[in-house]
């Protein structure tokens, strides 16, 4: 979207890494093999698995000798489409799992009839790649940091989102907005912005 600061329209461009989607409990008796699959799917190998299944399922091989392209199956009776029929397989439909989308050039092979992921590639091309802008990344904190961070926001978005509505609903006067960012800038706004400043540059020099 565009607006009286900017002429252009600006689209947030994804890492295509997906985080925070899972978790050990204490329940758990075997937590470092659970590690060692959540690791697993974050590969090019266990992203493909979660996606689109085991060959043969929702895809298969033009050519088994040179696995270079894939052509998708017909569905099976009862469903609709083979993007209805991958829904039924693949955990990584509809809900967010950990993953990492690979680009097609990572992938070591290319679809050969996928005309709905082809269309939507070029649609990407035209109207999203073009605007992407880089989004402040999925960051990790220290338990310092997040105990900062707990007491700060906590404040922080519970006034934001009281004056929004006095805002919106007259309640209070626009004439009132310096003091409204005045306010938010003495809620220990700077150390806030600090913490994410820091723990953004540990990130960049992963």
Do not use: C
Not at 70 to 95: N, Y
Not at 178 to 188: A, G
Request: proline content about 5%; overall charge negative.
């Amino acid at each position: 979207m565009t607006s009286e600061f900017i002429d252009q329209p600006i689209v947030p461009e994804s890492t295509g890494i997906g985080h925070g989607t899972f978790a050990i409990t204490k329940e758990n008796e075997h937590p470092e093999a659970t590690i060692r699959w959540v690791d697993y799917s974050y590969s090019i190998e266990g992203a493909d698995l979660l996606h689109n299944g085991v060959e043969g399922t929702y895809w298969e091989w033009k050519d088994a000798n040179t696995k270079q392209e894939r052509l998708i199956k017909d569905a099976p009776s009862g469903f609709d489409s083979p993007e209805d029929f991958r829904s039924s397989i693949s955990p990584d439909w509809g809900i967010g799992v950990p993953i990492r989308r690979f680009a097609q050039d990572q992938l070591g092979w290319k679809w050969g009839n996928d005309k709905f992921g082809e269309w939507v590639r070029e649609e990407d091309k035209k109207k999203l790649i073009p605007y992407e802008t880089p989004v402040y990344p999925s960051v990790y904190f220290k338990d310092d940091e997040l105990k900062t961070i707990t007491r700060i926001e906590r404040d922080l978005n519970t006034y934001v989102t009281q004056m929004r509505a006095k805002f919106i609903t007259g309640e209070s006067s626009l004439s009132e907005w310096d003091k409204y960012v005045k306010t938010i800038e003495d809620m220990d706004l700077d150390k806030l912005i600090d913490i994410y400043k820091q723990a953004y540059e540990r990130h960049q020099k992963n």
